[in-house]
């Protein structure tokens, strides 16, 4: 059980989950408005208040700082509540990390999203490459086999010429 901790009004919460963080804002009295997402199991909820402990789940809690807001602890709980009961979540452009971004700075992002922008941006960039590596590597290994049958035909008509007679199947001796 984590121990009893308390948060300056306003602050902007995270929650480490395996694979993603969970973002909410401190609204004092134990309480942290965030968007529920699909926190619950996959069904879409709303923006909610919720306590503390449901919010952190057992995990952690760390705070995430700004060194200049724009928004003073107040403005950033007011800008919260105002958005109360709202059901747009996505996880790509508007998920609770672009809520609380958005209720301190004024500006909706997610370093969770870009960061897996980049991830992805960089697997499409490997496999390209390993698609024209592999490409590449088709062309060689079929130029290689071109030239190992243009080889084995060109010994076996220079073993043919240079055969001496008495080694000729006979009928071939008869003839030449």
Known sequence: MQQKQHYPLGAHLI???????????????????HYSGFAHIFKKRPIETTSLQRFAHGK????????????????????????????????????????????????????????????????????????????IMLTIATACFAIVLYIKMMLRTQTRKSVPAYLLPKDKQAKD
Do not use: D
């Open 60 to 135: 952690t809690i760390h705070i995430k700082n700004y060194p200049a807001p724009r928004y003073k602890a107040k403005a950033v709980v007011k800008r919260m509540r105002s958005r109360m009961h709202e059901n747009q979540y996505h996880l790509i452009i508007n998920n609770c990390e672009h809520l609380c971004t958005w209720a301190v700075t004024g500006i909706e992002s997610s370093t969770q999203v870009e960061r897996m922008q980049r991830r992805l941006a960089t697997i499409g960039y490997i496999s390209s490459v390993m698609s024209y590596m592999n490409s």
């Open 15 to 33: 929650v480490k989950h395996f694979g993603y963080s969970h973002h909410g804002i401190y609204v004092g009295r134990g309480r942290v408005i």
